[in-house]
DNA sequence: GCGACAG
DNA sequence: ATCTTGTCGC
């Protein structure tokens, strides 16, 4: 793709963007309680290594055993190139499309609340591929990222401070606020796991507030990501080695 | 203009 | 995102 190509193309997608982020819905929800919640679905890509075949995997687990009772793997390619800031116009559409086939197929098995591999308000226009997906299915959904998206502008940086808070996290729960030169709290860096020495960043993406987020995001951890991320990371790349199998 | 940049 | 061994542990 062309360099002109490539920024009109993100003009596009800016104002796109924009649409979504007024949309964007952090208010609290009775109905996302968390101990109400009895099913999370988790979200991942995976692809075959120099190609554009990838594949999709939604999952969805129980609370609070950590079940997984839906699996739905996809192969499909993929077009649209990776602009940071842009995530969620690679891949929304089909995440949207498996969330879709679920509501068809398998109802009794929508989740009230959707993780997914990336970030939510924690965003320069507060609209991450979290919060881009949830606009979109109008769902709850919560963005965990296992990498701080720097934004210099706003003083969100991984800067020596931000080194110095992440070596004193030290237990599960540890966490400390991501915020913003103007005290705006955009998400929290999390300890998700004991032996772990980075956090996840985690953030709302739609339909929720932080506190639940991360309440959310722990009592789906065993490992540093949690685990309904983690299955369909695991799942979507079992699904690729048994269709294209390495040499 | 340059560099920074989730996955 | 992807290329990667063994190793420790719920």
Redesign the pocket.
């Known amino acids: 793709m062309s360099e002109v190509a490539s920024e009109e193309l993100q003009d596009c997608w800016k104002k796109e ?1 924009d649409e979504l982020a007024m949309r964007v819905n952090t208010s609290y929800n009775e109905d996302i309680a968390v101990n109400r919640i009895s099913l999370v679905g988790g979200l ?7 190609t554009d075949d ?2 999709i995997t939604l999952v969805v687990l129980t609370l609070p055993d950590l079940k997984v009772v839906y699996e739905d793997s996809q192969l499909i390619k993929m077009v649209a ?11 929304a559409d089909f995440f949207h499309q498996a969330l879709q086939r679920l509501r068809v197929k398998h109802k009794e098995f929508f989740p009230q609340v959707m993780l ?5 308000v ?2 320069f226009k507060r ?6 997906l949830g606009v979109i299915c109008d769902i709850p959904t919560i ?11 706003e003083g969100i ?2 800067n020596d401070e931000h080194k110095q808070k992440v070596s004193q996290l030290n237990n599960k729960g540890d966490q400390f606020e991501l915020k913003t030169n103007n005290q705006d709290v955009l998400g929290m860096a999390v300890l998700s796991n ?2 772990a020495t980075n956090p ?2 985690v953030s709302v993406g739609h339909k929720c507030n932080l506190e639940t987020a991360v309440e959310i995001v722990l009592k789906c951890s ?2 540093r990501v949690p685990e309904p991320i983690r299955q369909a ?1 695991i799942r ?2 079992q699904f ?1 080695r048994e269709r294209f199998p ?1 040499e």
């Open positions: 963007q991942d890509i995976s692809f075959v290594k120099g990838a594949c190139l990776y602009i940071p800031g842009y995530l969620a116009f690679r891949e997914v591999d990336g970030n939510g924690l965003h609209c991450g591929s979290a919060s881009h963005g965990v990222a296992k990498n701080l998206y720097q934004m210099p502008e940086v991984r004991n032996q996840v960043y065993v490992a990371d979507s790349r690729l390495p």
